[in-house]
């Protein structure tokens, strides 16, 4: 089982519908959980960062954490076609795993595009 | 404000030819710096990892070798170039890797 899963895509929904990207995890005991938007031919970019079961707003999106399931979740409100883009879900597992504060495990990403 | 510097953006180098990428961090103190790789239509592949002046951690066996000179420096090098080693270069830092990373813009290796 790989450590962070995603669909890889490509993800496609019409301008202005909502988006749900997915993510699964393998280690229970993981600390902190984070989305990153990477646009072609840019670096990722850390859009959404959860730690707690439950919901995290901040504008159009919205990070979702269910711990039990190791599942966690982005939802983009009122897609834009500039929101078309990779998305990577990312894992901390905490000290011990690579360092002292633990390293970032990254998913192969999601491909989103949103059509006008 | 914290920043990260990565250059050069785009490096198109023969193959058994030297590499060296510099990634420099600004505006905070003893930082975890990272080197990943990152090949077309593949996900983020961890290569090094510091923890301090000196301390380099290697992730996979390979061609490249990273150094940590100064505090707020990290470098990606190799001493021969393989076709293989094209790809995107990405250098991160973090203080506390609980919040998360912030990548530098990249470098893109292509390797002829």
């Known amino acids: 089982q790989k450590e962070v899963e995603q669909n890889s895509g490509p993800l496609s929904v019409p301008e202005g519908a909502i988006a749900s990207l997915n993510c699964t995890y393998s280690?229970?005991?993981?600390?902190?959980f984070f989305w990153y938007r990477q646009y072609s031919g840019k670096s990722p970019e850390l859009i959404m960062f959860i730690y707690s079961n439950g919901d995290k707003e901040d504008g159009r999106f919205t990070a979702q954490l269910n711990k039990a399931s190791q599942y966690v979740s982005l939802l983009i409100r009122d897609s834009q076609p500039s929101d078309s883009a990779t998305y990577l879900c990312?894992?901390?597992?905490?000290?011990?795993?690579?360092?002292?504060?633990?390293?970032?495990?990254f998913g192969k990403g999601t491909k989103l595009s949103v059509k006008p | 404000s914290q920043t990260i510097h990565q250059w050069p953006a785009t490096l198109v180098q023969p193959v058994g030819s030297p590499l060296s990428l510099e990634c420099t961090v600004e505006?905070?103190?003893?930082?975890?710096l990272y080197w990943y790789r990152q090949a077309a239509g593949r996900g983020l592949q961890l290569l090094f990892y510091?923890?301090?002046?000196?301390?380099i951690s290697s992730e996979v066996p390979q061609n490249l070798s990273a150094s940590r000179p100064q505090d707020r420096q990290f470098i990606l090098s190799s001493k021969k170039l393989l076709l293989s080693d094209s790809g995107f270069y990405l250098c991160?830092?973090?203080?506390?890797?609980?919040?998360?990373?912030?990548f530098g813009s990249g470098t893109r290796l292509t390797v002829v």
């Open positions: 990312a894992v901390n597992k905490g000290p011990g795993y690579g360092g002292s504060q633990g390293n970032l495990i």
């Open positions: 280690d229970r005991g993981s600390q902190s």
């Open positions: 991160a830092w973090t203080r506390v890797a609980y919040y998360g990373y912030t």
């Open positions: 510091s923890v301090g002046i000196g301390q």
């Open positions: 505006g905070t103190s003893n930082p975890n």
